[in-house]
Protein backbone atom coordinates (compact mmCIF):
# COMPACT_ATOMS: atom_id res chain seq x y z
CA UNK A 1 0.00 0.00 0.00
CA UNK A 2 1.24 3.24 -1.31
CA UNK A 3 1.48 5.77 1.50
CA UNK A 4 -0.54 8.84 1.37
CA UNK A 5 0.51 11.78 4.57
CA UNK A 6 2.74 11.07 7.65
CA UNK A 7 1.46 12.96 10.69
CA UNK A 8 3.15 12.52 14.07
CA UNK A 9 0.64 12.68 17.40
CA UNK A 10 1.52 13.70 20.50
CA UNK A 11 -0.92 12.78 23.40
CA UNK A 12 0.18 15.05 26.72
CA UNK A 13 0.29 12.98 29.86
CA UNK A 14 2.46 12.45 32.46
CA UNK A 15 4.95 9.80 30.18
CA UNK A 16 4.01 12.08 27.12
CA UNK A 17 3.25 9.66 24.47
CA UNK A 18 4.53 10.31 20.44
CA UNK A 19 3.11 8.27 17.81
CA UNK A 20 3.79 8.19 14.16
CA UNK A 21 1.00 8.02 12.24
CA UNK A 22 0.62 7.53 8.57
CA UNK A 23 -2.26 7.44 6.04
CA UNK A 24 -2.37 4.60 4.02
CA UNK A 25 -3.74 4.70 0.48
CA UNK A 26 -6.69 2.95 1.21
CA UNK A 27 -7.95 5.50 3.97
CA UNK A 28 -6.49 3.57 6.74
CA UNK A 29 -3.85 4.22 9.03
CA UNK A 30 -0.15 3.03 10.34
CA UNK A 31 0.32 3.71 13.45
CA UNK A 32 3.92 3.30 15.27
CA UNK A 33 3.77 3.32 18.85
CA UNK A 34 6.57 4.68 21.11
CA UNK A 35 7.64 1.19 22.65
CA UNK A 36 8.04 0.47 18.54
CA UNK A 37 4.96 -1.72 17.90
CA UNK A 38 2.89 -1.30 14.53
CA UNK A 39 -0.54 -1.07 14.64
CA UNK A 40 -3.12 -1.22 11.19
CA UNK A 41 -6.42 1.42 12.19
CA UNK A 42 -9.62 1.51 10.66
CA UNK A 43 -11.24 5.04 11.85
CA UNK A 44 -14.57 6.96 11.04
CA UNK A 45 -16.54 10.14 12.29
CA UNK A 46 -20.33 8.57 12.51
CA UNK A 47 -21.62 11.64 13.73
CA UNK A 48 -19.93 15.64 14.63
CA UNK A 49 -17.77 15.65 17.72
CA UNK A 50 -17.72 11.03 17.21
CA UNK A 51 -15.17 8.79 16.33
CA UNK A 52 -15.33 4.95 16.00
CA UNK A 53 -12.19 3.29 15.82
CA UNK A 54 -10.91 -0.29 15.03
CA UNK A 55 -8.19 -1.66 15.81
CA UNK A 56 -6.40 -5.09 16.57
CA UNK A 57 -9.44 -6.37 16.57
CA UNK A 58 -11.41 -3.73 19.40
CA UNK A 59 -14.11 -1.68 18.13
CA UNK A 60 -13.75 1.88 20.43
CA UNK A 61 -16.02 4.89 20.43
CA UNK A 62 -14.72 8.31 21.24
CA UNK A 63 -15.69 11.94 21.83
CA UNK A 64 -13.60 14.30 20.36
CA UNK A 65 -14.00 18.33 20.56
CA UNK A 66 -11.44 20.27 19.23
CA UNK A 67 -9.96 23.75 20.15
CA UNK A 68 -7.09 25.96 18.52
CA UNK A 69 -4.30 23.38 18.08
CA UNK A 70 -5.40 20.43 19.92
CA UNK A 71 -7.98 17.61 19.89
CA UNK A 72 -9.34 16.84 23.10
CA UNK A 73 -10.21 13.00 23.14
CA UNK A 74 -12.43 10.83 25.90
CA UNK A 75 -11.53 6.99 25.18
CA UNK A 76 -12.70 4.48 27.88
CA UNK A 77 -13.74 7.47 30.05
CA UNK A 78 -10.15 8.90 30.19
CA UNK A 79 -9.17 12.34 28.96
CA UNK A 80 -6.27 12.61 26.31
CA UNK A 81 -4.89 16.29 24.67
CA UNK A 82 -3.73 15.19 21.22
CA UNK A 83 -1.91 17.46 19.09
CA UNK A 84 -1.40 16.61 15.52
CA UNK A 85 1.96 17.77 13.38
CA UNK A 86 3.17 17.39 9.87
CA UNK A 87 6.50 16.33 8.88
CA UNK A 88 7.32 20.51 8.45
CA UNK A 89 6.04 20.93 11.96
CA UNK A 90 7.84 18.32 13.50
CA UNK A 91 11.05 19.47 12.10
CA UNK A 92 10.10 23.37 13.45
CA UNK A 93 8.93 21.87 16.68
CA UNK A 94 11.92 19.60 17.11
CA UNK A 95 14.55 22.95 16.43
CA UNK A 96 12.75 24.88 18.92
CA UNK A 97 10.72 27.34 16.22
CA UNK A 98 7.04 28.11 16.44
CA UNK A 99 5.64 25.32 18.99
CA UNK A 100 3.08 25.43 21.26
CA UNK A 101 5.54 24.60 23.95
CA UNK A 102 7.86 27.07 23.93
CA UNK A 103 8.42 28.99 27.00
CA UNK A 104 9.60 32.31 26.26
CA UNK A 105 7.43 35.48 24.95
CA UNK A 106 9.32 35.65 21.98
CA UNK A 107 7.83 34.32 18.25
CA UNK A 108 10.29 33.93 15.89
CA UNK A 109 10.08 33.53 12.25
CA UNK A 110 10.18 29.90 11.19
CA UNK A 111 11.31 30.49 7.86
CA UNK A 112 12.88 33.04 5.63
CA UNK A 113 10.90 35.52 3.90
CA UNK A 114 9.12 38.86 3.29
CA UNK A 115 6.91 40.18 6.10
CA UNK A 116 2.70 40.82 4.44
CA UNK A 117 0.98 41.79 7.55
CA UNK A 118 1.39 42.00 10.70
CA UNK A 119 -2.10 41.73 12.44
CA UNK A 120 -0.56 41.53 15.81
CA UNK A 121 -1.05 45.59 17.46
CA UNK A 122 1.05 46.51 20.46
CA UNK A 123 -1.27 46.06 23.44
CA UNK A 124 -3.59 43.98 22.17
CA UNK A 125 -4.70 40.31 23.83
CA UNK A 126 -3.88 37.50 22.14
CA UNK A 127 -5.12 34.02 22.08
CA UNK A 128 -2.77 30.70 20.87
CA UNK A 129 -3.49 29.67 17.98
CA UNK A 130 -4.54 33.83 16.95
CA UNK A 131 -2.70 34.79 13.57
CA UNK A 132 -0.40 37.56 14.49
CA UNK A 133 1.83 38.01 11.14
CA UNK A 134 1.97 36.91 7.81
CA UNK A 135 5.02 35.68 6.03
CA UNK A 136 5.54 35.07 2.59
CA UNK A 137 7.87 32.59 1.55
CA UNK A 138 8.51 30.63 -2.07
CA UNK A 139 5.62 32.71 -3.12
CA UNK A 140 3.13 31.58 -0.66
CA UNK A 141 1.81 32.92 2.12
CA UNK A 142 1.88 31.53 6.02
CA UNK A 143 0.09 32.58 8.24
CA UNK A 144 2.22 32.78 12.07
CA UNK A 145 -0.01 32.43 14.93
CA UNK A 146 0.57 33.07 18.56
CA UNK A 147 2.49 30.66 20.22
CA UNK A 148 0.40 31.63 23.35
CA UNK A 149 -2.31 33.41 24.97
CA UNK A 150 -1.03 36.83 26.51
CA UNK A 151 -0.70 40.79 25.82
CA UNK A 152 1.43 42.08 22.87
CA UNK A 153 4.47 43.88 24.56
CA UNK A 154 6.42 44.54 21.16
CA UNK A 155 5.54 44.37 17.90
CA UNK A 156 9.46 44.06 16.06
CA UNK A 157 8.45 43.86 12.35
CA UNK A 158 7.02 45.73 9.71
CA UNK A 159 5.04 44.99 6.42
CA UNK A 160 7.73 45.02 3.32
CA UNK A 161 10.46 43.43 6.06
CA UNK A 162 12.80 40.72 5.21
CA UNK A 163 13.43 38.32 8.03
CA UNK A 164 15.62 34.93 8.46
CA UNK A 165 14.92 31.99 10.35
CA UNK A 166 15.00 32.73 14.39
CA UNK A 167 13.74 36.46 13.88
CA UNK A 168 12.03 37.73 16.55
CA UNK A 169 8.52 38.91 15.04
CA UNK A 170 6.40 39.46 17.97
CA UNK A 171 7.06 39.57 22.24
CA UNK A 172 3.74 37.66 23.53
CA UNK A 173 3.87 38.33 27.62
CA UNK A 174 1.43 37.13 30.36
CA UNK A 175 -1.83 39.35 30.64
CA UNK A 176 -1.74 41.19 34.03
Known amino acids: MKSKSNYYVSCESEDARHYQV ?44 ADNTDFHVQLRGERHVIEVLNERQKRMAAAGIGGKKVAGP ?9 IVAVTAQLGAAVIQGQTVVIVEAMKMENDLK ?15 QLVEIG ?8 AP
Not at 107 to 112: D, G
Not at 146 to 160: F, L, T
Request: glycine residues 12%.
Open 22 to 65: ETLADGRYRVLTPGGEELLVDAFAPGAGQLHIVCAGQSLDAEVR
Open 106 to 114: DLVSPMAGK
Open 146 to 160: AHRDGIVAAVHVQEG
Open 167 to 174: HVLVTIED
